[in-house]
């Protein structure tokens, strides 16, 4: 039994047709996300039981507190789902204690900060336009203007060799209190030893954001940074790992009493960091999304989402050969993960977001991004970022991904001819509707 068939009559929204403008976007975002190629590689199509737990009553319950520990009564389901959804975590990702109800990335991560942290202190992490995220101390975020980060590279942008000398003495001398290993444009695995030895050798807490590659991780394909012994993992929920839009702190050590401070000890992350989540900086979680992660994460311990993960990694492996022959450039020179960062000037003299503009213009659909130490602005960085978690949830395979190559280059190629890439975009509908999108019935 497939996604689709467990959500038959999915998109028929019967309800929502009463409001005619809702359910009209809707309709029209359901139909471009079955006629396009989706490579922002930060997407993913959920399963229909992850969106039926998304779409339930459990919306309607307030849940202030934790498991056992609630501010509200009538907690019995709640209580239920969330105790289901860490015991879940914790099995997947081989931790102790899992903060299930962080709304998304970016708030597991300031969760996190506030939890260690006071203001001023000093987090040492990925560089942005190395591959970093923005929650890792881009100046426009309000963390960068409550603590100070300071910031490693990559050794060599052609292997994606991390400078771990220039982290060991930045580390020395800033002193910081967390040392973050994680990314949102990186293509490479990480060497989480190396880190774990730095963040030891200055009394740091090793913390990895693995948002992007959280279900490689689940599913075994790429290395769990708990293996080497890290203090924090954050993720979000919806990318690789497959569930709705969500957030995770996972953690080793046991919670004391989420209700009662504890001594600022490493020991006691777990429950520093519940109290931080909660009543820190958030308030009631959002337990249909609590209910759909827990339904994702039981689908992510099935030997089908192992077959799933290993196939992201060879598709993205695949794409990226195919781009390389074909006079591609890419950072790092190809791929361990689902990601690939192309560098669109050194390749086609043209910037990221035009590239952007263009892809869009054939039905797919990719995200502009710099390069290291890009000339050029965020804006209009230099480069572009696509990934394969999405199309090998539509079940695109190998061959797949020269079909698709085929389609961006002669797109690249005949960027100025508008009745040429509409001919592409033709045939790249023709092509995508091949493969059925979980949770969208295509009639
Ligand atoms: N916006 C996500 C990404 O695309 O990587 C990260 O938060």
New binding site residues.
Partial sequence: MTHTDTFAGAGQLPYLKADAEVFTAIEGEKQRQLDGVEL???ENYTSGAVLEALGSIMTNKYAEGFPGKRYYGGQQFTDSIETLAIERAKTLFRCDHANVQPLS??PANIAVYLAWMKPGDTILGMDLTHGG??THGSPVTAMAKIFNFVRYKMKDTETGEIDFDQMHDIAKKEQPKIILAGF??YPRELNYKAFKEIADGVGAVAMADM??IAGLIAAGVLRNPFDDDFHIMTT?THKTLRGPRGGMILTRGTVSNPLKAPEHTIDNLPTIIDRSVFPGFQGGPHMNTIAAIAVALQEAKTPEFKTYAEQIIKNAKHLAAFLMKNGCKLVTNGTDNHLMVIDCMTSWNIHGKETEYVLDQIGITA?KSTIPDDPNPPFMPSGLRIGTPAITTRGMKEQDMETLGRFMLDAITHKTDEKYLQKIHKEVKTFCRQFPVPGISAD
């Fill in positions: 922002i590689a930060s990335g970016a995220h923005l949102s444009a948002a992007h979000t995200s």
